[in-house]
């Protein structure tokens, strides 16, 4: 049973400013027409008020570009031509203001970043040092659909705190030990025993509000071959321009480049956003591509969203139906589409 | 805007019937508000699906480089003068396409009816006439659309495809207007002040080449900026990479462009990308009077030479 408490909205930006004298804050900032997250230079700048940001949160852990080692070239240096890890900050982090969709997304690919057997150093260190404090979402946008993906607008996967706007004020639902720690650093808390049923209507209220896209379950129960051959895959690419949009913008996308870059007598390597949808993300040293053409380029992205990341963790899909593909695709590929197709074939009798 | 669903499924149906052409390369209603799918349609039930309205800003000749066999396009202004460009570049021939010619009035541009509405979220768009009707959760609003074009279609002066088999509505009046005032302005900064305006132009870029991919004229199989021996460029979004990208690319299309503005509103982070070809389009147009994909009789000036080639910079 987590403990619930309630703190006055005239008091937030005290409390902000708590957090900012112990932790590196993230929260959204208005740039331009957008939110994005970003580090807080002052509490004022934190806009709980937002939707959504339009990039996914996942350049605070899985930044674009990643300095992993470096290296010196130089010849009168005894240390050239060893690679060393690249120096970070590791120090203490709030992400204030996150979707529980992002959240989720997160988790999600904990599956790729934190296994039992292999783990991203800065990824792991980031998350350990890193307290997620979430905002649960009342007006879900048109493009959302989270609840059909397993997540929901009050959704507590992911976070260590999950705050409600309850008018007044803001009602924080401690989720983890570490939240309660982080949240034990700022003031003005009044512990929440009754009185919290017109929580429980919102809730409700935001998870009817927010559109049903396809079920992913129907998805996962198909022949994954079936599937793969499916005629419907030529009529979904032809409008894709292999922009790679989608999954700059998306949470749950994480594939990446390796490269070095030298200047002068110093290099540098560097892990950077790649793109399935980028022609020469799977071109091989010997000059072949398997995904040569759109249509399998197309392919692969929703087959691994929707079904192969089901059949390989059962866990649901690798999408928390946050809608930003949806919004940044120019020529409207609509995942929500696609994946009701996918939902809709029809399953064949085995042989 | 004309009612050119109608006259382009009719005219797709009958092509495809005829079998004057294999497929039919236009748009169907889209998803989203302002948004339209380019789509291909192969039997006439499926032309059934075609549309054309404010909001068919991406440019369809996106959508030819090495095409196979025939196939009948929608194209308005910018897109017919796109296709000369594929024509001179052998990137499809003239016999594989049909050309259905539509007088354009100008797209819609919903990014500047989003600011206008300050946040409030857009759940229907309808056009009717010469205006948009908007309405949301809890509102309802109508727009006048002729003051909410995209800023290419503002200052477009070649509304009326300059190729095609069939014009699909009556021609629409050209406007005479500068387009270079943007520009002018730009041109004279200070270079320092020039450094900071692009730098700050480009600071939201995350590299994603949406901008590229929706640009008719970059088809390169290898573009530059994944071309390894050399590399040319890094791929981080450090500045100078990332203006280099920008000012490579324009370079590129200089002379090709035809400011359909597909880059603009393919970018997920908005930048106004066409700031870029736009001063290379004026330069064009200064140095060689040329104008991209006006005519199928003449080369783009970059990649002819002729004898009287203005050269200011030799002595």
Redesign the interface.
Known sequence: MSDIYYNAKENFAGVIERLMGRYRVYAPVKQDRCHEFAPLRNAEEADLGFSNTRLSPKGLFHPQAERMFEYSLANDDPQAGIVKEAQKDFSPRVVLGVRPCDAKAFDLDDANFNTETIKDPWWVRRRETTTMIGLACDSPCSTCFCTSMGSGPYDTAGLDVLLVDAGEGYAAEVLSEKGKNTLSVTSGWTPVTSAILPLTHKKKAAEQSVGIAFDPAAIAKKQMLELYNSPTWEEVQFACINCGACTFVCPTCWCFDIQDEVCGDKGERLRLWDSCMFPLFTLHGSGHNPRSQKTQRVRQRFMHKLKYYQDKYNSGPACVGCGRCVQACPVNIDIRQVGRQMAAQTCSQPA | MQPYSESIREAAKRLLLEKRVDAVIGFRK???PF??????ARTPEQADQLVWDGNCA?NLA??LPKRTGSVAIAAKGCDSRSIVIHLLENQIRREQLYVLGIPCQGMTDK?KI??RLN?R?V?QAEENGGKVLVSG?DFEQSFERAEFLQQNCAICTHKNPVLYDELLGQPVEEQQIDRYEQTSKIESMLPEQKRLYFDELVQ?C?????C???CPACYCP?CFV?ESKPQWL?????PTDTLTFHFLRAFHVAGRCTDCG?CE??C???IKVRLFTMELEKQVKKLYGYEAGMTQDERPPLDAFRSDDPEPFLG
């Not at chain 2, 948004?35 to 291909?40: G, I």
């Not at chain 2, 890094?234 to 450090?238: M, N, Q, V």
Request: proline content about 7%.
């Open positions: 889209g998803t989203v948004m339209n799918e380019p789509f291909l991406i996106n959508y990014r989003a600011d946040g979220q759940l959760r939201p995350i590299r994603c080449y949406a590229r991919n929706a290898t994944d890094g791929k981080t979004t450090d597909s509103r393919a997920p982070v908005g």
